[in-house]
């Protein structure tokens, strides 16, 4: 059958390899690697200051005039030609309502420096659903726009020392706890259709919904970012990139109420129809705490998701350490996932890959469009009080093939964790606890 013959080949090569050149595969010989130059870096000619604009930072004073009229007067005076501009917020709490940037500019937070959310969630606006999501994530129709926002952009850059971007989710947590949200909560900070953006040295708390989510973008840079929101904070995920290409995004804390960083791609028949998937993606240097899953895949899957490159995680005290998600209905391939140098101290389950997560955009979903799963590498992860070692639950219909585990070990908090899997195809070599039949069937060959 042609789902087992792959599997053996590829493990076994990889296997080969790592006997072979030890540290071709290893992150200990490598130089340390960056996400530097995948986004031009441009020198901005004009400098404006928020408080030129008439912005007191007192923590009481409303700034949103102060931001659209900054904005605006970017994105004028950048037709006469130039470099863009820098615009730059000094110490101080800056109230705001949401506000939306223009390409060819440097948001510029310096040390002590808060932009934070204050509008009233009645009069929030509204915009169209993505075509890829065909309503909003939580909620039917139109949704909530992000605090800070981007469509349609490029060359946009929000750094600075430190500074903070307080999207005051409290009220949005508290709404969807009593069930009353009549849309989608507000993202923190959302870029779609966007190119050439880059995000770091910033501080991003208490968004309402997932933290930063680029949408349909190419060419994202997130590093030297901190997000926080509280434990019990919902679906404050820190980094969604989704439907989108070359991103990379590194050296970053991140500590939320769900998903540390979630790669997607849209659900179910619109994100089959959009058929935009997420590739070429590079995760590296990230630590934190998620109640969820600190690497996550899915459970947004339907435009496919390829060519991700996960190294270097340090997690603690978190639900699942790498979590594989996708569900029927989905469609899409998720292929070329290559997850290597993962610690991890105190989880729930090490490694999960299901087929059977997330909710449905509603009943109308295909159910022959079964997610395609192969080609997933986990190296090198090394976990102390882990409840449960491992589970993989393929698709009947769809069985997932191609998963290598190598380099695996999971201690037990009391007992020996243990791996549970159903409807996969795959390899380990010296996984600990050893991993369950259907992964180890194939060991032998190549270990
Ligand atoms: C703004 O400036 C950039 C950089 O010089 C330039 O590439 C771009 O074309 C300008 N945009 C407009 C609308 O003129
Ligand atoms: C911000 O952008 C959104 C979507 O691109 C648009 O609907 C909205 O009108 C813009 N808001 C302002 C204040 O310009
Ligand atoms: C994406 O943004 C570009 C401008 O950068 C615009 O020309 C294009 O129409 C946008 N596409 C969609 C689907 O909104
Ligand atoms: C940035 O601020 C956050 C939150 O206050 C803090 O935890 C972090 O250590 C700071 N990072 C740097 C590099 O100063
Ligand atoms: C995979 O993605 C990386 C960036 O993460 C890129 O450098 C590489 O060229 C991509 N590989 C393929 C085959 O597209
Ligand atoms: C992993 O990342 C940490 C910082 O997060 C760094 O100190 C360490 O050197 C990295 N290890 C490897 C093997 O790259
Ligand atoms: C449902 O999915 C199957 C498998 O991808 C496909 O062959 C079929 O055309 C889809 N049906 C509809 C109505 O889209
Ligand atoms: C096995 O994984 C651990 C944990 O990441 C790492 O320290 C060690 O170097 C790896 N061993 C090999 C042979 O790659």
């Known amino acids: 059958m042609r789902i087992s013959r792959a599997p053996i080949s590829v493990c076994v090569m990889l296997f080969l390899l790592s006997a072979v050149f030890p540290h071709h595969l290893s992150l200990g010989g490598d130089p340390i690697n960056t996400c530097s130059g995948i986004v031009p870096t441009r020198h901005r000619s004009e400098m404006l200051s928020i408080s030129d604009f008439g912005a007191v930072g007192d923590g009481r004073t409303s700034n949103t005039n102060a931001f659209n009229a900054a904005i605006d007067r970017i994105r004028t005076g950048n037709r006469s030609g130039g470099d863009g501009a820098l615009l730059y917020v000094p110490r101080g709490v800056y109230l705001t309502e949401s506000f939306n940037l223009t390409s060819h500019m440097t948001l510029y937070l310096a040390d002590g420096a808060v932009i934070k959310a204050a509008q009233d969630t009645e009069k929030w606006p509204l915009i169209d659903p993505l075509p890829s999501y065909g309503r909003g994530r939580e909620r039917p129709g139109r949704r909530y726009i992000s605090f800070i926002h981007g469509d349609g952009l490029s060359d946009v850059v929000i750094t600075g020392k430190n500074g903070t971007i307080d999207g005051a989710g409290e009220p949005w947590w508290n709404m969807w706890r009593h069930g009353t949200l009549k849309f989608t909560r507000p993202g923190l900070v959302e870029f779609k259709n966007s190119s050439n953006i880059v995000i770091s040295h910033v501080v991003l708390q208490n968004s309402p919904f997932w933290t930063l989510h680029p949408v349909y973008c190419s060419g994202v840079v997130v590093h030297h970012v901190t997000i926080l929101a509280p434990t019990d904070s919902p679906n404050t995920d820190g980094i969604d990139p989704d439907s989108s290409s070359n991103v990379c995004i590194e050296d970053s804390y991140i500590s939320t109420g769900d998903d540390l960083v979630a790669v997607k791609s849209g659900w179910d028949e619109y994100g089959i129809a959009y058929n935009r998937p997420s590739r070429d993606i590079t995760i590296r240097r990230i630590t934190g705490s998620s109640p969820f899953a600190g690497i996550a895949i899915g459970s947004e899957t339907s435009g496919g998701i390829q060519n991700v490159t996960v190294e270097n995680i340090t997690l603690y005290s978190s639900g699942i350490g790498i979590h594989i998600k996708t569900n029927i209905g989905r469609g899409g391939s998720v292929h070329g996932i290559t997850i290597s140098g993962v610690h991890m101290e105190k989880v729930r389950t090490g490694i999960k890959i299901s087929g059977n997560t997330g909710d449905h955009p509603d009943d109308r979903f295909n159910t022959s469009a079964l997610p395609i799963v192969s080609g997933i590498t986990i190296k090198n992860v090394w976990g102390i009080k882990v409840e449960r070692a491992g589970m993989v639950q393929g698709l009947k219909d769809s069985p997932f093939t191609n ?29 600990t606890p050893t991993a369950c039949p259907e992964l180890a069937s194939t060991t032998q060959q190549g270990g």
């Open 403 to 431: 998963l290598c585990l190598s380099n695996v070990t999971l201690t037990g908090t009391k007992s020996s964790p243990i791996w549970k899997c159903s409807d996969v195809v795959g390899a380990a070599e010296k996984v």
